[in-house]
């Protein structure tokens, strides 16, 4: 494993320890982040027909750099009837429950920030860090787009946590374990080992179970969406009624840090798909490594597939940001209460019986 | 033990210190020119009118119930399912009759919030 | 000093000082958050006591969970400021602490004491296995069948609480 690596490396557990656990940060988050906004401009560009940024830079590239140095020079306003203490921690408390999440993704079969048994419910508890962040920011704003904003953007987080949770447990009752590195483990060789195509089952189970593991993707894929407020379920921040929700009031670095943490917590959900659905660290067709007999390949391979897998399917939710149009409140909750909830339900009561055989 | 969980301490740890040096960042290089105008509280253009704590709709409640009912429902269900196999080696199949039975009082609520009209948004 | 002990110290100053801000504090906001803060403390007491299940129980269901409650109750009634809710009535802070006086002295005898000697146990290896969530399931589901099935009725009595108090915004 890499932590201990890094600890032999510089002869002190802490520094070692300390190292490996910014490596995501710098390694992946921060150029994925500026490369994610990129993207989406260049996506939401692509699908309006139009050519997006293409100023700074071979096509626009260092857009995002540009953006990041505009954005440090400008005035960090705290307005005067905000409650000052909570209208700077909340940028805070958002960061570091992103953070948090990523320090339990399985980056490989060697890094991970800490393999702990309860993985990916971990990761659901520290998401409410962004609920107690967001209501932090929308009630010391004291502004009547950001409160509105932070309760119907807490409203819909939890809400729509129950047909994730949902979603999860019914794959885990075939999986039988919540550790990321475990279940990306067990999802070895090929493609068709992965959890959505029936997992390492053999026989007549495996084919019955590749149509209630597709719901049970979908179903926790649109949650996840409201989970991160992407469209169609932007009701939190939608522009032409809230201004830009619980983040109204904020200026300059603390504003790119929610935007930060929001393409963050995409990456995050993505990557719980795709630890548990798409087959996490594995490559879906063997290692270059192996056939070349070069051991240090592999893990470099892991770390490739896991981020291509997870970037990809920031990629779609990019794609469904510019191509659906928003949900009402009330759509919103029947969505939630009345279809998601029962069938994930019905989905986990298929699961069980399949389970038994 | 506790070891296992020093990353996750480290890693907040950098997540603060990170964001600490990001805002610090932007306290040098901006500027620090406040009026009242400009910190005033952002109402489209116009004068704020009270303040934005008003109290909020009773519907925020039910979801809030909802939530914690159905959650800790769910969260009953992840040591059942993650231990399945073994348990019905254990127990056979009494221990679907006993998550069935759990689910079906529960669902006996969600009907009756269905019938109710607590889940419409209106 | 172990790593247990100075985990157990920093958690316990933290837990403390949160618990008695919330009380002290005037605002309820503020006594929300620092509620979430103790909790989050709890939950490290219990990952040092190797219950790894319940800890992340206590950050989904209490902080996610009872936390956004807590919040919509105070956004519902406006409780901006607590003067408006206080009492001017003294006997009822008289009783309390009496009350208080004597929980301590309880506190006291118990631990220094009652259970001076029990105070010094090391952490067996079975317990390691007790907290985890296989563990607790077997027990769960078999020992604790009776408790687990009312808490579907205690969930179920919650739910319809819940709309009974609402109710006449539905009808």
């Not at chain 3, 008695?20 to 005037?26: D, G, S, T």
């Not at chain 3, 009535?89 to 208080?100: Q, Y």
């Not at chain 3, 808490?151 to 709309?163: D, E, H, P, R, Y």
Request: hydrophobic share 60%.
């Amino acid at each position: 494993m890499i932590p201990d690596y890094l600890a032999e490396f510089f002869g002190n557990k802490f520094i070692g320890y300390l190292i490996a656990a910014a490596l995501p940060l710098f390694l992946w988050i921060l150029p994925y982040a500026l490369y994610a906004v990129y993207a989406e401009r260049k996506v939401s560009a692509f699908m309006q027909d139009r050519i997006g940024p293409n100023r700074v830079g071979p096509k626009g590239l260092f857009q995002t750099i540009a953006d990041i140095l505009k954005l440090i020079q400008k005035e960090d306003i705290v307005p005067a009837s905000a409650d000052k203490p909570l209208f700077v921690m909340a940028p805070y408390v958002i960061f570091a429950g992103t953070f948090a999440a990523f320090a339990a993704l399985p980056f490989s079969s060697i890094y991970i920030g800490s393999n702990i048994n309860l993985g990916v419910f971990y990761i659901m508890a520290v998401s409410s860090f962004s609920v107690v962040g967001i209501l932090m920011a929308g009630w010391a704003g004291n502004n009547k787009y950001s409160l509105y904003g932070a309760m119907r953007s807490v409203a819909q987080i939890v809400s729509y946590e129950v047909p994730a949770l949902l979603a999860i447990v019914s794959a885990v009752m075939v999986i039988g374990s919540l550790n990321l590195n475990e279940i990306s483990e067990m999802q070895t060789a090929y493609f068709w080992n992965w959890w959505i195509f029936g997992g390492p089952v053999v026989g007549i189970k495996k084919f019955l179970l590749i149509i209630p593991m597709t719901i049970a993707f979908i179903i926790f894929f649109i949650a996840s969406l409201a989970e991160v407020n992407r469209t169609p379920f932007d009701i939190p921040e939608a522009e032409s009624e809230l201004v830009a929700g619980f983040h109204t009031e904020y200026t300059g670095m603390k504003f790119a840090m929610f935007f930060l943490a929001e393409y963050g917590n995409m990456f995050v959900v993505s990557a719980i798909s795709v630890s548990i659905f798409f087959g996490g660290w594995q490559s879906p067709f063997g290692y270059l490594g192996n056939s070349l007999g070069i051991s240090w390949l592999i893990p470099v391979e892991q770390v490739f597939w896991f981020l291509f897998k997870g970037s990809l399917l920031v990629l779609v939710q990019m794609w469904l940001r510019w191509t659906l149009p928003r949900l009402r409140v009330d759509q919103l909750m029947t969505v939630c209460w009345k279809y998601l909830t029962p069938y994930a339900f019905i989905n986990l009561v298929l699961i069980g019986i399949i389970t038994l055989f | 033990m506790i070891e296992q969980y020093i990353p996750l301490i480290l890693a907040i740890l950098i997540a603060l210190l990170f964001s600490l040096f990001l805002l610090k960042a932007s306290s040098w290089f901006g500027p620090q020119r406040p009026n009242p105008e400009k910190l005033s509280t952002y109402e489209s253009g116009m004068e704020p009118v009270r303040t934005a704590r008003e109290r909020f709709s009773v519907k925020f409640y039910i979801v809030a119930i909802m939530f914690i009912i159905f959650d800790i429902e769910v969260v009953f269900l992840y040591p059942w399912a993650v231990n399945l196999k073994n348990l019905i080696d254990l127990m056979g199949f009494f221990i679907i009759a006993e998550m069935f039975i759990f689910i079906i009082i529960l669902l006996a609520g969600y009907l009756y919030l269905l019938k109710k009209g607590a889940l419409k948004w209106d | 000093m172990t790593l247990e002990q100075i985990t157990f110290i920093i958690l316990a100053l933290i837990g403390l000082t949160s618990a008695l801000m919330l009380i002290i504090q005037k605002n309820p906001v503020y006594s929300v958050l620092l509620l979430i803060l103790h909790f989050f403390a709890l939950a490290g007491f219990y990952l040092l006591l190797n219950a790894q299940f319940i800890a992340v129980l206590q950050i989904l269901v209490y902080a996610g969970a009872i936390m956004v409650l807590f919040v919509f109750v105070i956004m519902l009634l406006n409780l901006s400021n607590e003067e408006a809710l206080k009492d001017p009535f003294n006997l009822r802070k008289i009783i309390a602490s009496i009350f208080g006086v004597v929980l301590i002295l309880q506190f006291g005898v118990f631990f220094f004491i009652k259970a001076k000697d029990d105070l010094n146990v090391t952490i067996s290896p079975n317990s390691i296995e007790a907290g985890s969530i296989k563990k607790i399931s077997e027990v769960l589901f078999s020992t604790y069948l009776i408790p687990f099935e009312v808490t579907s009725f205690i969930l179920l009595v919650g739910i319809i609480a819940a709309i009974v108090l609402a109710k006449r915004k539905f009808e």
